[in-house]
Every structure is written in C-alpha cells, then in structure tokens.
C-alpha cells in the first residue's frame, strides 16, 4: 500500500502565492531565517545562500519583480520534479529549500511583492516500539523540523500489500500503532507472507498554513533494519 502526498504538494504550489506571513516581521524576513536555517553547518550551501539571498542595498534592485516571480516558481517546480523523482537527492532536495526561501525573500522585500509561507524540511526517524508493545505489528516514528517537533501531522506506515496503520503526531512529534491487514481474506485465512512481508514505508503528510508549510516526507526501513530516507 503506498501513501501519496502529492496533494498537499499541489495545494503548496496553488495557494502559496495568495498566502501572508503577517508575523510582525520585516518583509521576507521569516524566509531569510528559514534559508539560514536549514543552510546552517554545510559550508558550500551556506555559501550559496549567502548569494541566492543577498541582502547588499542595490544588489537586486534592478530585477523586475515579475522576474523574480518566474524565479520563485521556478524554484518550487524544480523540488516538485525532484521529489518525484524515483530516487529523490536529499542534498538536492535541502539546497532547493533554501534557494527557494531566498526567492520568497527576494520577492516579498519588493514594491508590490507577495509574502508566501516559509517551507520547512522534516526529519523522519523510526523508532522501537515502547516495551509494552514489542511484537513486530507495533511500529513508531518521531518527525522533527528545525523548530522542534512536528505535531499534528499525519503518520502512516505501511508494510508489504496490505498491512498499514496511522496516527497524527503527539507533542513529542511521535505515531505508535499498530499494523492491521486492511484487506481481510474471510476466516481461517492469514494472508500470504508476500501480502504482510517487506519493507516498512513511513510516511510523513506534512501540514500547510497560512504561516508555513511543514514539507511531506518518507523514509523506508528495509526488513535488515537499514533506513533509506526517499525525500525530506
């Protein structure tokens, strides 16, 4: 069973434009902090930053403002296509967050510019289930962003074809829960080892609001335990 979040995506993209961050915070400010924010503690991002949202009094001045619009939409399709991508580049993925959060700058410090809501990367761990609940149908994960965690955000794990469950995240950012066969095969019967075996898919929905939108993510742990986290 797969879990898609595209439509929170697409949501991102059509109503961004028409959203404000009235936060009682210069012009683009919110987004300057995100770019720096998830920029911290990787040199050459931090350096790409720095030219993605130049701050210099003339540096962008003569950039029409519809220019830098394109560029914003430009910005967000590029993470869209790579999100989708069969085997998305988290580097990638991060660097286009920032670069994006300099565009939103870039586009609210201008005369007549739009503010749009600032875009935050998750983080998706799983975790052991509480001792209470240690059988292998117990399944938990933690998401965290830069602001700490991710609550009220919907969790959902799946494993094999039909063995998946839910929660919304707590005021930890946690989802515990159990794996139910969401396709019943009648009595007496258990299904096949292919319909309940395979790898553990976490999905994270992400959340939008009129202040910020907590970017989707998914992270697959394979049945040796190894993570591989497919988008942030």
């Known amino acids: 069973m797969q879990h898609s979040t595209k439509p929170l995506l697409a949501m991102c993209f059509l109503l961004g434009a028409s959203w404000s961050l009235a936060q009682g915070k210069p012009a683009g400010q919110a987004h300057l902090d995100s770019a720096r924010a998830h920029a911290k503690g990787q040199p050459p991002l931090v350096a790409a930053m720095a030219k993605w949202c130049s701050t210099a009094e003339g540096s962008t001045a003569a950039i029409p403002l519809q220019e830098r619009t394109l560029r914003l939409l430009s910005v967000e399709a590029a993470y869209q296509r790579e999100r989708q991508a069969e085997r998305p580049d988290t580097a990638r993925l991060r660097s286009l967050v920032v670069e994006r959060e300099c565009a939103a700058f870039q586009e609210a410090r201008s005369p007549g510019g739009a503010e749009h809501p600032v875009w935050l990367l998750s983080q998706l761990r799983v975790l052991r289930p509480s001792p209470a609940h240690a059988d292998d149908l117990y399944v938990r994960a933690t998401a965290t962003n830069l602001a700490g965690p991710v609550v009220g955000s919907r969790i959902t794990f799946s494993r094999g074809l039909h063995m998946s469950c839910f929660g919304t995240t707590d005021t930890r950012g946690q989802v515990q829960c159990k794996l139910l066969d969401t396709h019943p095969h009648g009595p007496g019967s258990e299904g096949t080892h292919?319909?309940?075996?395979?790898?553990?898919?976490?999905?994270?929905?992400?959340?939008?609001?009129?202040?910020r939108i907590q970017l989707p993510a998914v992270v697959i742990q394979t049945e040796k335990g190894h993570k591989a986290a497919k988008n942030h």
């Open 194 to 211: 292919q319909e309940h075996a395979g790898p553990l898919v976490v999905t994270l929905a992400g959340t939008a609001d009129s202040h």
